[in-house]
């Protein structure tokens, strides 16, 4: 695969990890963030953590769209499949994800019309070839995916599509790494910043996490060597003194982003004054919601929707697993009442979600030093 | 749902309530056949159920399937499907042609694999309370001779060799049935692999150990069952996984991985080291078998756990699939 | 937090000025190129493909940069950083070539 292969190179790995070795002071512990979901997976599935000097721990950041939603907002959005009418969409992701009364895929078993899709158009294709249905849409993501729903929302005006509608849950970045930042117990040397968000924001929002923080960060792509040159860049920086924003992903990422798609999000979203988001609380101006010259299409407003508020179960510790504060395994519930076949939290569903990840890739692995470090 | 998706829930199902009620006092461990005497002949048995959606995929159907499947079944427990006996639910309204197409797939994938249909059933259900066609078939075979499969007997240092490119037929699968709109020219890798397993048992049989068709769950899944059953871990090499490119093309897209995806023409073998290069030799001489590979080994640590190591040295767990492996976004 | 994969643009697709078929690696599926409206990609050009959109034309010239900055990474410590295009450089000279 071109653009994927050759940054998978052993060789080139190799001599990556050594630079990173040569680069960290040994003295010094060094707390980086990876804020995107997507940095945490490639973290585990490339067995970067095996190539990383012990000094140099990785904290997982809040970038998980299906790990922050909080659980009413998922009771909202299945309450409206009760109706035998509707067919309600949505990413594989947001198949497991536990709702009061269970997942998407639980309630599919029960009788509703829940359908797994690869994109946002092809729920509107559905809602074009099911006229007499009507089709909602549970959109979940960051800026990286809201420009694709606010398209497809766009493509329905145009068309005069009225049996579909979107229940948006996008959520933008920012305001949860300044989340992250002003809680107390938090302390970070440095951010890998989100690749993919950036081919949208581009670069610039990232300016104050410098100026006001003082610490670096690297926009940076998924392959184990971009992550390893990201963290390269970050010592080298640190190293020098130095705090400002790179993109090691040029390639894929513009410094200005995308202004289309900054447009089409403009255009169909504006802020919602404040979001819950699971674990971090309420956060102002953190998420979008539609426009209400699009409000024939948004399943908040064209639907009866409960508004359900449901605390996580108080033994879980989503919130200080998602700031970064605990590990996955140092949370009380994990491995035992929280497991990816029954998981409690949504960090445990989504492959991306930290707990996931970590239980499937990690935790044993972690086991086997312990004992050999035992023996 | 996820109880039939071959992964862990799949398993605790045949823990939790089949083996307890059923077989309380089961003779030997989990496999894919069970092995029993007939006035003292050893016979190989096994019964398997067929559930697919669409039924006609590029590559094969559900028919072709039915055969397979179960001469599979036998031949990775280290029989030679001789007879199967076969049972259709049909829902009511199924189109004649249908029907008689997958009973010609049926006959010509007996013929192929060597194997007599000896008796059969079928049952009709309202409409709406079946999906078209359901086929279960039944087998029962010969063991092959010197051929001793058992989890337990698997050492450390035995060699992990499989028999070809994986995941064709789960995302074969995947893209026929139309909802993701991507196309590839990929088909279903459903074959009978008993002769593969004759050629190899025909060199190696006293090195053979344990063998393994990984349908549903894929790879990851078989062999975590086989860590936990010897107690043992397996490594696998991940530059040695054959998996072609719209395989991977598709996993990478979709965020899903090639050793969870399903096969139906693959096996595992665990092989003692002494016989594997002799057990690789005659699998890729063997006509379909040139694809064939040491994919790793079984060592000490992690017990119990399936380690993936990547070219660079840096490795990661890979645990069973819980329920189907879904498409993801994130 | 969005898994995205590069693709190469085979064609466009008749009538529909919007949509584009992406090969990756033989896995063919039409994508919206809307997003790239501003700077409509041709057949030919890759595209990071994300649930079914492309989000950003690749550019090749920077992916060879960093790859030929990779490989000399280490081998020669210092002279290194002097090196343009590793990023270094950013604050001044973050537009794109292209």
Sequence with gaps: ?375 | MAHGAGGKASRKLVEGLFIPLLAPQPSQLLGDAAQVQINGAPLAITTDSFVVKPLRFPGGSIGELAVNGTMNDLAVSGARGEALTVTFVLEEGLPTELLEAEVRAMAAAADRAGVAVVAGDTKVVEHGKADKMYITTTGIGEPLPGVKIDARSVRPGDKVILSGPIGDHGITILLARGDLDFEADLRSDTRCVLALVEAMAKEAAPGIRWMRDPTRGGVATSLNELARDCGLSIHVLEQELPVRDEVRGACELLGLDPLHIANEGQFLAVVAPEYADAALNALTLAEGGEDARIIGDVREQPAGAVLVITGYGASRIVDMLVGDPLPRIC | MCLAIPGKIIELVAGNPNLGTVDVVGVRRKVDLGLLKDEMPKPGDWVLIHVGFAMSKISEEDAQEQMRTLAMLGEADQAMQEVRGYGMDDADGHEKPN
């Design chain 1, 1 to 375: 695969m071109r653009f994927v292969d050759e940054f998978r190179d052993p060789e080139i790995i190799t001599k990556a990890a050594a630079e990173v070795h040569r680069l960290v002071d040994p003295g010094r512990h060094y707390r980086f963030m990876e804020v995107c979901g997507g940095h945490t997976h490639a973290i585990y599935r490339f067995g970067l953590k095996d190539l990383l000097p012990e000094n140099i721990e990785l904290i997982h950041g809040p970038g998980c769209p299906v790990c922050v939603l909080p659980m009413g907002r998922i009771d909202d959005g299945l309450s409206l499949c009760q109706d035998s009418n509707v067919i309600f969409t949505a990413f594989g992701d947001m198949m497991r994800v536990p709702g009061t009364h269970g997942s998407p895929l639980e309630h599919k078993a029960r009788g509703a019309d829940v359908r797994i899709v690869y994109s946002p158009s092809d729920a509107l294709n559905l809602a074009r070839a099911n006229p007499d249905r009507h089709v909602m849409f549970f959109a979940i993501g960051f800026e990286t995916t809201a420009p694709s729903t606010a398209l497809t929302l766009l493509r329905a005006r145009v068309e005069g599509i009225k049996n579909f509608s979107v229940f948006c849950n996008h959520v933008t970045i920012i305001p949860a790494i300044r989340a992250i930042l002003d809680s107390p117990d938090m302390r970070l040397d440095a951010f890998i910043g989100p690749g993919h968000v950036s081919t949208v924001i581009g670069c610039r929002p990232y300016e104050w996490i410098c100026r006001n923080e003082n610490k670096p960060i690297v926009v940076s792509g998924f392959e184990p060597l971009d992550m390893l040159q990201s963290i390269v860049m970050i010592l080298r920086q640190l190293n020098a003194g130095e705090a400002k924003v790179e993109n090691q992903y040029k390639r894929v990422v513009p410094w200005e982003g995308n202004r289309a798609a900054l447009r089409a999000m403009a255009e169909v979203f504006q802020l919602r004054p404040y979001f819950e988001w699971r674990g971090l609380g309420f956060i102002s101006q953190s998420a979008l919601r539609i426009r209400d010259e699009f409000a024939e299409w948004d399943a908040e407003q064209r639907f009866q929707v409960p508004g359900v508020r449901v605390t996580d179960p108080r033994a879980a510790q989503c919130g200080e697993v998602l700031k970064g504060v605990l590990k996955p395994h140092q949370c009380k519930l994990f491995g035992r009442e929280c497991t990816p076949e029954h998981p409690i939290g949504a960090l445990m569903v989504s492959t991306e979600g930290s707990c996931a990840a970590y239980h499937s890739y990690e935790h044993r692995k972690q086991l086997l030093t312990n004992i050999q470090t035992a023996a």
